[in-house]
Every structure is written in structure tokens, then in C-alpha cells.
T-cell receptor
Framework: KAGVTQTPRYLIKTRGQQVTLSCSPI?????VSWYQQTPGQGLQFLFEYFSETQRNKGNFPGRFSGRQFSNSRSEMNVSTLELGDSALYLC?????????????FGEGSRLTVL | DQQVKQNSPSLSVQEGRISILNCDYT??????FLWYKKYPAEGPTFLIS?????DKNEDGRFTVFLNKSAKHLSLHIVPSQPGDSAVYFC??????????FGKGTRLSVIA
């Protein structure tokens, strides 16, 4: 079955702009989580959505937001981009809320902020 | 506060030898641990996991050991192969909480 699909794979923005990233989970998975990966910081949890509701949120400023649609697809938005937002943004899906185990990751969206 | 620590950013091992990747955690509520492997330009993929009720879990060449008293786990790869060269992330969780990842260890297996 198809894996987790993230679009776009690469994008370049300038400071102050906003960006929207998209994630389609594995068919049947209702939980979608987002992580930010930066060099030296590993994977940092942004938020998790299950059945269109945000269930958990990481320690990121309010400029980072997300949502989930009825078909379980998810988007995350970053407003007023800063240089430090340059990172690989990973989406992961799971069949259970709260992850509780194995996550299936997409290939990520690499954002560069100039 | 870094709840999951992988203190070795990199590790080099010769092909055929054992690779040992270490991970320490501080959150005593964690009851489930996972290892993920990541190749460049790909997302992390699940490798192996262990529940806190066990102290060892084996899957082929991969074995994870858990020492709860020391809040330490390790991943052993025997024998190491060049295709194992990747970044390995350790993660912990409790109940329905999000996975908390370490910063990763880059393993290089030299032929």
C-alpha cells in the first residue's frame, strides 16, 4: 500500500513569508504527526492530529499551526518565516492516536528560508 | 530538557564487526522504546522496538537491550554491513504520548 506522501519535497522562501506543507497518510491511518529535523537537534515534535483534532502539541511558537481534514490528510503552516525555520519537516502517520508505537514517515519537505 | 540522549554523534565500524549504538533517557514514565534508521533524502524507517517489561528484543541482525535501572538502551547490529550506514534515532514514549527522539547517531560501516 502507498506510503506517506509529502508535498512539496523542496521549497525556498524568504523571511517573513508563510508556507504550507501537505501530508497524505497511509490509507486507513487516522493519526498524523509532524516533526522538525534540524542538524544537531534531531527530530522535534510539532503536533499530532487524530480524527481532525489536535491531540498533542510540541514546544513551538504559535507561528506553527496545522490542521487535519476528514480524509485524514494534514497540512502544516508556518507564518512569518525566520531563518531558523530552515529544516526538514517530516510527517508521520499511525493507525492509533498518540502514536503509541510505530510511526510511518514520509520523505519530508525540505524548507530553506533565505 | 533532553529526555532522550544519544551522546555519540557518529560511529565507524568495520564490515562484519559489531555496531553498538547507545541511548540514555531521563523520563522514567517511558515504557516503550523504538529505533529508527534514516538514509539521506528519505524519511526515518522503523527498525526495532522494545517494551519496558522486556530487557531484550531480537530481530535478525538487530538486537535492542534495555536496562531500566540505568535508563539505558543499546542497539546491537551483528554483523554490520555497508548498507547499515545511516543515521539511527532512538525514541521513547509512554502510553499515548508523542515519541521523543534523540539527536541521532551516524553509523558508517567501512568495507
Amino acid at each position: 500500500k502507498a506510503g506517506v506522501t509529502q508535498t512539496p519535497r523542496y521549497l525556498i522562501k524568504t523571511r517573513g513569508q508563510q508556507v504550507t506543507l501537505s501530508c497524505s497518510p497511509i490509507s486507513g491511518h487516522r493519526s498524523v504527526s509532524w516533526y522538525q529535523q534540524t542538524p544537531g537537534q534531531g527530530l522535534q515534535f510539532l503536533f499530532e492530529y487524530f480524527s481532525e483534532t489536535q491531540r498533542n502539541k510540541g514546544n513551538f511558537p504559535g507561528r506553527f499551526s496545522g490542521r487535519q481534514f476528514s480524509n485524514s490528510r494534514s497540512e502544516m503552516n508556518v507564518s512569518t518565516l525566520e531563518l531558523g525555520d530552515s529544516a526538514l519537516y517530516l510527517c508521520a502517520s499511525s493507525s492509533r492516536q498518540g502514536q503509541g508505537g510505530e510511526l510511518f514517515f514520509g520523505e519530508g519537505s525540505r524548507l530553506t528560508v533565505l | 530538557d533532553q529526555q532522550v540522549k544519544q551522546n555519540s554523534p557518529s560511529l565507524s565500524v568495520q564490515e562484519g564487526r559489531i555496531s553498538i549504538l547507545n541511548c540514555d533517557y531521563t523520563n522514567s514514565m517511558f515504557d516503550y522504546f523504538l529505533w529508527y534508521k534514516k538514509y539521506p533524502a528519505e524519511g526515518p524507517t522503523f527498525l526495532i522496538s522494545i517494551s519496558s517489561i522486556k530487557d531484550k528484543n531480537e530481530d535478525g541482525r538487530f538486537t535492542v537491550f534495555l536496562n531500566k535501572s540505568a535508563k539505558h538502551l543499546s542497539l546491537h547490529i551483528v554483523p554490520s554491513q555497508p548498507g547499515d550506514s545511516a543515521v539511527y534515532f532512538c525514541a521513547g514514549t509512554s502510553g499515548n504520548t508523542p515519541l521523543v527522539f534523540g539527536k541521532g547517531t551516524r553509523l558508517s560501516v567501512i568495507a
